[in-house]
């Protein structure tokens, strides 16, 4: 593994980091405006004086933070396959290139000592998952993983009741941020409650402590819902993801190449402006993760 040296120095003097996941670049993001993204992801970071890193492999190495070429590489070369942890061992033997989802980099940046992480929107719990099984590793592997995740909830291509579920199953510690309104990604709500809120960064960083007290090695899931007047168009949203899903089913999509399709095809459908919202989030989430790393930060000292 091989660590990018400002993301070293600064985990080793305890300034704040932010890990950022890079299969929202390569395949939740069209080309090339996702490296435009991957680049102000990034910046807002440093505007905040905290640390990106952004994890990927690269050639069967798993970098956690990247430099720029390698950042252009996992954005605009289309032969990056979609990696999550289980294909990472693989990946590895064989040289290839990856990126890496949410399950895979909470994985590398908690081995990294890393402690908070910003994403778009979690993997979860599919639509029919009782007849196919299809529950994203990310529930999984932050049953396990000791890190904090901002994410806008989790899309509404998801079964959000059951995915909250099983949250509540694997003991992954969810709060909603400023509210108790479980956000559904394109949309401020999800008609779902939870039964925690924190009002700010620094509850956040309570919560990990007390989490570390505990001895705990598991996630804390931060729900962070987009502004109503940020969110996508409720009517539009409600149509363009009705026919995607549809579409879906129809085209016999399956396994991993799911979660890919469907973002693809709602953003045709909205004609865009899911793409808008998507960053809007992304970005909203990545700077409530500086705000949490720098809270953090000066807890430690
Ligand atoms: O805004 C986004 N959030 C999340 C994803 C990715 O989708 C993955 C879930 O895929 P699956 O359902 O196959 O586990 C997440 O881990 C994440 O990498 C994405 O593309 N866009
Ligand atoms: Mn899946």
């Known amino acids: 593994m091989q660590i990018l040296p400002e993301v070293a120095e600064a985990i080793a003097a305890g300034r704040p980091v932010v890990a950022l996941e890079s299969t929202i670049i390569s395949h939740g993001l ?33 970098h956690v933070g990247l430099t720029a070429s390698a950042l252009e590489r996992v954005a605009l070369d289309e032969s990056v396959v979609k990696v ?31 402690r908070v992480f910003s994403t778009g929107g ?42 909250l579920e099983r949250l509540e199953t694997l003991s992954v510690t969810v709060v909603g941020y400023g509210t108790d309104r479980f956000p559904s990604f394109w949309l401020t709500e999800s008609g779902e409650t939870l039964d925690w809120a924190v009002p700010d960064a620094d509850g956040v960083a309570a919560v990990m402590a007390a989490n570390d007290v505990l001895g ?60 808008e919202v998507n960053l809007d989030i992304a970005a909203n989430n990545i700077a409530v993760g500086a705000d949490i790393a720098r809270s953090w930060s000066v807890r430690q000292q």
């Open 84 to 114: 999550s942890v289980r294909d990472l061992p693989v990946a590895m033997a064989t040289g290839a290139s990856g990126a890496t989802t949410v399950a895979a980099t909470a994985y590398l940046a908690a081995k990294a000592g890393i």
């Open 122 to 163: 979690l993997g979860g719990v599919h639509r029919g998952a009782s007849a196919t099984f299809d529950e994203s590793a990310d529930l999984t592997v932050l049953a396990r993983t000791p890190i904090t995740v901002v994410s806008a909830g989790v899309k509404s291509i998801l079964d959000i009741p059951a995915t």
């Open 216 to 275: 705990r090695t598991s996630a804390v899931l931060v729900a962070n819902p987009l502004p109503y007047d940020k969110q996508l168009d409720p009517q539009l949203h409600h149509d363009a993801l009705a026919q995607a899903l549809a579409e879906a089913e129809r085209d016999g999509i399956s396994g991993k190449d799911v979660s890919p399709y469907l973002l693809a095809r709602i953003v045709e459908l909205t004609r865009g402006s899911s793409l």
């Open 30 to 62: 069209p080309r090339p405006r996702n490296l435009q993204a991957a680049h102000d992801f990034e910046q807002i970071l440093r505007d905040r004086d905290v640390v990106p890193a952004t994890i990927a492999v690269v050639d069967g190495e798993p």
